[in-house]
């Protein structure tokens, strides 16, 4: 984490906690962007993470914040494109979820590769997926929770904006996602990888 990525973190943090649509929604949305940040902090000496790891994390942080800042179903461009194109519903949880897979693929490939968890790149490819599927399923598990929890005042934290299949679909995206980042990244990751074993 160098001090470009902290102050874009903090600057997107800061921005999106000044007058969201809802303070509640907002606390729920950022939170993994903050828990993740304190374990990134902590653990920065004893495992420091690969600069692209890294810089997908922030990219991912700041998707989650741009989402607490207007709910995921309000998202101006977004809402933009659901008029361009004649969408029925505004897709940013969709980029929300295919993210939740494409960069977590990325940070658990790191973690097994670098402690030598599985052999071969079939396993380690299976092992991503699972993981990433994982992730999703939690983070599904969570806002059910929140629904039962709080009734209708989860409908911002949801975003299902009444499509019955939402929770399935997320899943899928974060699916796509995951599959889609270990051919696209995985030779750089390697190369990043190598880098820091050679420090």
């Known amino acids: 984490m160098t001090n470009t990525w902290l102050i874009l973190f903090f600057s997107a943090l800061i921005w999106s906690g000044i007058h969201p649509k809802d303070y509640p929604t907002w606390l729920l949305e950022t939170a993994p962007a903050i828990i993740g940040f304190i374990i990134l902090a902590t653990t920065r000496r004893h495992f420091q993470l690969t600069a692209l790891a890294y810089g997908l994390i922030l990219i991912h ?6 989402g607490g800042h207007y709910t995921y179903a309000e998202v101006p461009l977004f809402d933009w494109l659901k008029d361009v194109f004649n969408l029925e519903r505004n897709n940013y949880d969709k980029l929300g979820h295919f993210a939740q897979g494409f960069i977590p693929a990325i940070i658990a490939r790191e973690i097994i590769v670098r402690n030598e968890v599985v052999k071969g790149a079939h396993w380690l490819n299976f092992f991503i997926i699972c993981i990433c599927l994982a992730i999703s399923a939690i983070y599904e598990l969570i806002e ?6 709080s009734g209708k005042a989860a409908d911002t934290f949801l975003g299902t904006q009444g499509y019955i299949w939402d929770t399935q679909s997320d899943m899928a995206y974060a699916l796509c996602g995951a599959i889609l980042a270990i051919p ?3 030779r750089w990751h390697d190369q990043q990888i190598n880098k820091l074993r050679h420090r």
């Open 61 to 66: 942080s700041i998707i989650l914040m741009i």
């Open 144 to 149: 059910w929770l929140v629904a039962i929890l």
């Open 184 to 186: 696209l990244l995985s």
